[in-house]
């Protein structure tokens, strides 16, 4: 089997395309998602109808927007929960969102274990944080108890294990590294290929990143997904 992690995107386009993704915006709010990834959440949005939408990592809220207009147009209105522990969107508002300050390595200090409880069901949580093995890693522990057979968390940007350059290369594999530690020990969730081989293999700002909870009849089934 091929290395979960391996995606067709090779150095000179990601190089390319981390460019427009840097600049790109939405609703003149800066959106820094690929738009391979736009269209895999559309893709995950109609399918999985999820009711909150947790994500780490808020920036300037400009994904965070999107998800609130994209599940409104596709379903209903999800609750959108957007974490960061530098906020940079002072003068963004909007009623299905709600801007919490946070650090992803202590989520569980960020709100009471009580809030976790009243967020409606289904959930999706979109890691989008530091990149960092230890932050990714620590995002994984805390949402392990608490996401439900059918939903989904997905680790972004493990695509900077093949970006060229210096600043990439710090990150040292962070997101990849973490999910291959976390499959090891967690064999109940498994890589979607769907997702992420939807435009080839791993052709997804997010490889081997979009993770799902297997359902009671699925468990065994996920050791051909997971990282060896």
Known sequence: ???????????????AMQKG???????????LKSPLDMA??????TD???????????KFGGS???FADMSRV????????SFDNQPKMPELT?????FIRGDARRLGDAV???????????WLVVEDSAHTYNVSTAVLKHFEPLIQPGEYIVIEDGVVRAMPGPKPRAYEDGPCRAIADFLRCHPDFEIDRALCDMYGRNVTYNPGGYLRRAHREDEGQTAAVTAR
């Open 1 to 15: 089997m091929k290395e979960p992690f391996s995606s067709l995107l090779g150095p000179e386009l990601l190089t």
């Open 21 to 31: 993704v840097m600049r790109y915006t939405y609703r003149k709010v800066p959106c």
């Open 40 to 45: 895999i959440y559309l893709k995950l949005l």
């Open 48 to 58: 999985l109808r999820p009711a909150t939408i947790i994500e780490i990592g808020a």
């Open 64 to 66: 965070a927007l999107w």
């Open 74 to 81: 596709l379903y209903a209105p999800a609750r959108i929960v």
């Open 94 to 98: 909007h009623p299905g969102i709600e």
């Open 112 to 122: 009471a274990p009580a809030f976790w409880d009243e967020l409606p069901r289904p």
